[in-house]
């Protein structure tokens, strides 16, 4: 069809059901018609297909004195109503303690989709404000509180409500400093003080007292 499209001024659309006769000479079975526009690609919506039917669909080129060429090939698919969004789950892997984690930390998102599939799944680390395309896992390295929030798209278009995890890490030790005299009496009081960079609700401080 490559030489009529390129003299094309419309395209005619017909549908028939799967597994019918297909004869493009029988007027009923014209869906549409779509004008022709540049050299783009262009695309025609079946607004009738009923739900779960299975149909056969051929494309012709009309040039402006109607002639029309031979029929395209053919193209059966059954359509699908598809109004729900992907789901999207995230698992995170690291050493954790308490409710911290530790060490460096690797997030992995999946998303499944049970009927046209997932398009794309999409993550953002700014509350929003601009979402990145997800390819592979997330490396965390940072001490501080991550926020991660992660969506997905179906290819009929339906956007996942964005979810997210928070990430707390720590991996800085804490610094123990005591502050006065080397040597102390049994009766004298010693000040310790610790600086703790994160709000780690399980630090422990070990007092080690010798006696000599």
């Known amino acids: 069809m490559e030489d009529a499209a390129s003299d094309a001024a419309y395209y005619a659309i017909y549908r028939f059901d799967a597994g019918s006769s297909v004869n493009i000479e029988d007027a009923a ?91 794309q799944t999409e993550y953002s680390l700014d509350n929003g404000q601009q979402w990145l395309r997800y390819q592979e896992p997330l490396t965390l390295t940072t001490d501080g509180e991550h926020l991660i929030q992660y969506r997905s798209t179906d290819l009929a278009g339906n956007i996942e409500n964005a979810a997210n995890i928070r990430i707390p890490i720590d991996r800085t030790p804490p610094v123990i400093t005591i502050h006065g005299a080397q040597t102390y009496t049994v009766d004298q009081t010693v000040m310790i003080t610790v600086l703790q960079p994160m709000p780690d609700p399980g630090l422990q401080i070990i007092l080690v007292i010798h006696h000599w």
């Not at 695309?43 to 494309?59: C, E, I, K």
């Not at 031979?70 to 193209?75: F, G, H, Q, Y």
Request: no cysteine; aromatic share 6%.
């Open 29 to 119: 079975h014209l869906l549409g018609t779509v004008r022709k526009q540049g050299a783009g690609l262009q695309t025609y919506t079946d607004n009738t297909a009923v739900d779960g039917s299975r149909y056969t669909y051929l494309v012709t080129a009309v040039d402006r004195l109607h002639n029309e060429s031979p029929a395209s090939n053919e193209i059966t698919i059954t359509n699908i109503l598809d109004v729900t969004a992907p789901v999207t789950e995230a698992a995170v892997e690291g050493q954790k303690r308490g409710d911290w984690y530790v060490s460096d930390v690797s997030v992995t998102l999946s998303a499944s989709d049970d009927l046209t599939g997932v398009v």
